[in-house]
């Protein structure tokens, strides 16, 4: 590890450092959700798939006119059985993905297809049961992060943005466009915005309205309903988080590959992390 010598006290010196970014309590919650969230998601629309049709409100059904999303399938007028899609009242033909999927021998007529269903097969008891068991998982884990995270300061360090961080987004976000990344000590702007609105905003609301869409924990805590308007309400707002963590994944897996795979990976698995720049003299010489 090569460090560049001055003879001015003041001046600032090149060297690469690794430090430690994360630690034990953050890289273990970390690697948890990241498998909880993978078997919620699979198993979640396995049950989806039991009724695929998503309303507003606290009651639904055939006398209702509240359904905002609805997956299924519809035989045109030739006879042909497409997969049909309707969003806010707008018609799409998803055949192939939603609706009606597989190889045109072997159709297979349900709103999300077999490989993103756990289990791949129609088979609903078991998707609760693995979706309740990691469900569970996941809320222990988000409340030991958070009292662990509140003791060890890494959420006023690390995730809540500061009033310098929320002035430096502009150019944060112009950066991540220009796929040119602060290897630094600490999270920028976007980052601490992004990853608060998925720890306090996403989770939470995760929790709360899988929380009421159970009849038990509605009967012991009723005013669960009425916070979100309704069951059905909470189904859906259920279902738009999970469509948000998604696309939240793809972006942070795609931006860990563009800054740096390896370097991510290993402060996310050793808590190591390598930052590089100027450094003070006295900073470099520790």
Known sequence: MATAINDTPEMDVSRTLTIRRHGLATRLTHWLWALA??????????????????????????????????????????GEVRGVTTL???????????????????????????????PSYLDLATGRVVHFFFAWLFATVFLVWLVASL????????????????????????NHLRFRFDHGRSYNG???????????????????????????????WPWLVD???GRQTARTIHFVIMILLVIFFVVHIF???????????R??????????GELPRKEAGQ
């Open 151 to 174: 003791i060890n300061g890494h959420l006023r360090r690390d995730i809540l943005p500061s009033g310098a961080d929320i002035r430096s987004l502009p150019q944060s976000f112009i």
């Open 227 to 229: 916070l979100f308007a």
């Open 255 to 265: 931006m860990v590959i563009a800054a740096g795979p390896i370097n991510e990976l």
């Open 88 to 118: 806010l009242g707008h018609r799409f033909d998803t055949t192939g993905t939603l609706g009606v999927s597989g190889p045109a021998d072997r159709r297979a007529y349900r709103a999300f297809p077999a490989w993103l269903t756990l």
């Open 267 to 276: 402060s996310m698995i050793t808590g190591r992390y390598r930052i590089g």
């Open 37 to 78: 969230l993978f078997f919620l998601l699979l198993s979640g629309l396995q049950i989806f798939n039991a009724h695929p049709t998503l309303y507003l409100g606290q009651q639904s059904g055939f006398a209702f006119d509240n359904s905002v999303l609805s997956i299924g399938a519809a035989r045109t007028e030739d």
């Open 190 to 220: 976007l980052q601490k915005l992004s990853y608060a609105a998925v720890l306090l905003i996403f989770f939470p609301l995760m929790i709360l309205t899988g929380l009421t869409m159970s009849p038990g924990m509605d009967a012991a």
